[in-house]
């Protein structure tokens, strides 16, 4: 095996750990969308008062569904799980949680059809909002010391990455418009 993609490999399984990008639960108290939407307790909050962002951070699972929703609009939990390539009964557990906090709601298909589908709510779009502003505040911060052009060559090389590994599974992220073939700063 090339050494290089050993190397590889152990860092993209090291970047899928990162806290900046995944918050986890920590010392016993999850995140909102694991617990139904109520904020943590008072000692929690406190604790919380020292982290960089909010106490109610969305965990992995509810960001990335969050992100499809709002990247693609209302969708069935079939086409989800399709999409982010999950069975539909992990996709169902994760939007119920997402549903149990008043960041989805079910409706019925726009075009017609007999599935239900999900669609974010606005006090969903508010939370994924915070979210993604918090983890580019973390990403800021980690990122700081770069010169511009480092951060600049990062994102292009994870640009060309991710769109190699939905080329090849066959499953575009919805990217905005402008974005799919911007050139390099």
Not at 124 to 142: F, I, K, P, V, Y
Request: charged share 30%.
């Amino acid at each position: 095996m090339d050494r290089r993609l050993e190397r590889l490999e152990r860092e993209l399984m090291l970047v899928a750990r990162c806290s900046v990008l995944t918050p986890r639960d920590r010392k016993g108290h999850g995140t909102a969308a694991q617990e139904g939407g109520e904020p943590p307790g008072p000692a929690a909050a406190a604790e919380a008062r020292t982290e960089p962002c909010t106490p109610t951070r969305l965990d992995r699972s509810g960001y990335l569904l969050l992100s499809r929703l709002d990247a693609e609009g209302a969708m069935s939990i079939g086409q989800l799980a399709d999409a982010l390539q999950l069975d539909v009964s992990t996709v169902n557990r994760q939007t119920g949680a997402l549903l149990r906090a008043g960041l989805v709601e079910r409706i019925p298909d726009p075009d017609g059809g007999l599935a239900r589908k999900l669609r974010v709510t606005a006090q969903g779009a508010d939370r994924m909002a915070a979210e993604r502003t918090c983890r580019q505040t973390d990403l800021s911060r980690l990122l700081e010391s770069w010169p511009p052009e480092d951060v600049a060559r990062l994102e292009d090389v994870l640009t060309r990455f991710n769109r190699e590994v939905e080329r090849q599974e066959g499953r575009a992220w919805p990217r905005e418009p402008g974005e799919a073939g911007r050139p390099p700063e």
